[in-house]
């Protein structure tokens, strides 16, 4: 059988909520309902906020900064402000999930819809948008050092492991070497 990660979302109005448990560990994301058009700015001011984490990803060749930081760094920050679980706004709400609880390469997805608009017709058109889709999300932002994020965006650009190797190589001796995060990355 398969090994598939479970995800259940919720794409509310004000914030996007996914959580997932595997291996006993669990991945949880709340983050602002929000995204906008992302560039390359200095992200260590939002590094050690209390508040969520910066988002900031690649979606179908587009960059976005997702929550928080889209409502403070996106000249049009988008809110998601409809019902529609299939809208563009949802869709890289859901990318930027994906990117924050997915573990595995493959998962089940549960989206919870308000009772009041549950109707076959909107269990129809979920289905089409998203089953069986590969999604695929860039730009992982960590706390690391420069070189160390050079590094490990070529690996990301390239799928070259022998860079993701020597990424995981100079973790050597610290409590980040582990094969979760190997794993996470690759």
Not at 111 to 122: E, I
Not at 153 to 163: A, M, P, S, V
Request: a negative charge; aromatic letters at 12%.
């Amino acid at each position: 059988m398969e090994n598939i990660q479970k995800i259940g979302f919720d794409f509310g109005r004000g914030y996007v909520k996914a959580y997932s448990e595997v291996d006993n560990i669990e991945h949880v994301s709340v983050f602002k309902s929000v995204f906008g058009e992302g560039r390359d700015i200095d992200l260590s001011e939002y590094m050690d906020k209390e508040n969520e984490k910066p988002i900031y990803i690649e979606y179908n060749k587009e960059n976005y900064f997702i929550g928080l930081l889209a409502e403070k760094e996106s000249q049009v920050p988008v809110r998601n402000s409809r019902d529609s679980k299939t809208s563009h706004t949802v869709e890289v709400l859901f990318a930027a999930a994906l990117s924050e609880v997915a573990v595995k390469d493959k998962v089940d997805v549960m989206l919870g819809v308000p009772y009041k608009n549950y109707r076959k017709s909107v269990l129809k058109d979920v289905i089409e948008k998203y089953k069986g889709k590969t999604i695929k999300v860039k730009n992982i932002i960590e706390e690391i050092g420069f070189c160390s994020g050079l590094v490990l965006n070529r690996y990301l650009e390239t799928g070259d492991e022998k860079h993701l190797e020597f990424f995981m190589e100079q973790l050597k001796g610290t409590m980040a070497y582990n094969k979760e995060k190997y794993e996470f990355y690759k």
